[in-house]
C-alpha cells in the first residue's frame, strides 16, 4: 500500500489526483487499483476531465453545498465542532473506489479523472493506494 | 476484464444488468466481481428486483432529478456542454460497486438487482467486469 | 467470506460494526477487506469515530431524512410497500466499501468508523466480509 499526501487550498475543493495515482501504480501488476481515503470530512470521486472539467468540478462542489445545507438544525454544532454537513457530504460520495487494470494501466473512460473531496479543507489529506 | 455494452433510452434509467453481469462471470472463479463504469455522466446501484421493482427504479429515477435540480445556477452550462446536473447526480451513485463471489456466483441478496444508472441518455454505455 | 448478523432498532439508524468487522477479519491474511451489505433498503458508510461520533451519526441520519423527502410524489407507495424514500437514501450511500489492510489490519483513519446505515429498520441485517 502507497499513500499520496496532499494539501487541500479551500473549504470544498474537487482536487485531481489522477497523476498521483498513476505516479504509485507505477511497476505495479495486479487486477485492480483500489483507492481509500482515510478521513471522514473528504471522500473521492471519478469525473470529468478534459476541456469544462474545471466548471464541471465547480459545479459539483456548488452543489453538494446546496444539497447539504450548512443552515440545517444540527446536533454535532452544539459539541464544538461545527462542520456536521462536511460529514454529510463525505457520506453522499465515496471512502472507497476501486478501478481495474489493463497492461497495468487504469481503466479509465477517455473523460475520467480521479478526484480527492474535500470537504472541510483546506488541511493535509491522505490517500491510500493498494493494488489488488 | 471484459465489458458490457447498452443502449440507454432515456434520459435519466436504471437499466437491470444483472443477467449480463452473470453471463461475464461465466467459467471465472475469484473472490469478487468489480463492476466499473468508465463515464462521467452515469454510474452503478444495487437495489431492488422482483415485484414493485419497477416503480422502485422509477421513483429513484425521479428522486435523483429532484436532488440535484436542473434550474439552479450551473456554471458548466455556460461552456457549451448542458449536463452539469448529470455529473452531479453520478457524483451521488458510485463508479465502482464490488460484489462477493460465492463458488462463482454473486453473493447478492434476494432482493438485489445491479443497475446500470444513466443520467445522461440516450447513449451507448459501457460496464468493466474484472474478477478478483 | 463471513457473514455478520445484526438487529436494529430505528426505522433510521447508524450502527458501528467496526468491532464485528475487526473480528470476522481474525486470522486472515490478504490485501483487503471488502464489505457488502446485501439489502436494498440500507447502505454503509465510513464516518466519524469517538467523542462527537453519535452526533455525527445523528446528523447523518437526520440529513438523508431531509435530502430524500417521504412526503415527495412517490410511485412505489401505490403498490403496497411503503419505503421508496429508503431505497433512494440506500442508493446515496453505498453497497460495497473496500479498505485495505496493514498486516492484517484494516487501514482505517484515526477518526474513522464502519457503520452499517439502516433506512427500513428495525429489522435483521447482514453484512458480508470477504478478503481479498
Avoid: Y
Avoid at 42 to 47: K, M, T
Avoid at 78 to 100: C, K, M, Q, Y
Avoid at 107 to 116: D, E, K, S, Y
Avoid at 120 to 132: F, L, S, T
Amino acid at each position: 500500500m502507497r499513500t499520496l499526501v496532499l494539501h487541500t487550498e479551500r473549504k470544498t475543493q474537487l482536487v485531481d489526483v489522477t497523476a498521483s495515482v498513476r505516479e504509485a501504480l507505477e511497476g505495479e501488476t495486479g487486477t485492480a487499483a483500489l483507492l481509500f481515503v482515510p478521513h471522514t470530512t473528504a471522500g473521492i470521486v471519478i469525473q470529468a476531465s478534459g476541456e469544462g472539467a474545471a466548471a464541471v468540478a465547480a459545479d459539483i462542489e456548488a452543489a453538494l453545498e446546496t444539497i447539504v445545507g450548512e443552515s440545517w438544525d444540527w446536533k454535532h454544532v452544539d459539541e464544538g465542532d461545527r462542520n456536521p454537513w462536511s460529514h454529510v457530504r463525505s457520506a453522499l460520495t465515496a471512502s472507497s473506489v476501486t478501478i481495474p487494470l489493463e497492461d497495468g494501466e487504469l481503466a479509465l473512460g477517455n473523460l475520467q479523472t480521479i478526484f480527492f473531496c474535500e470537504f472541510d479543507g483546506p488541511r493535509e489529506r491522505r490517500v491510500h493506494v493498494a493494488v489488488i
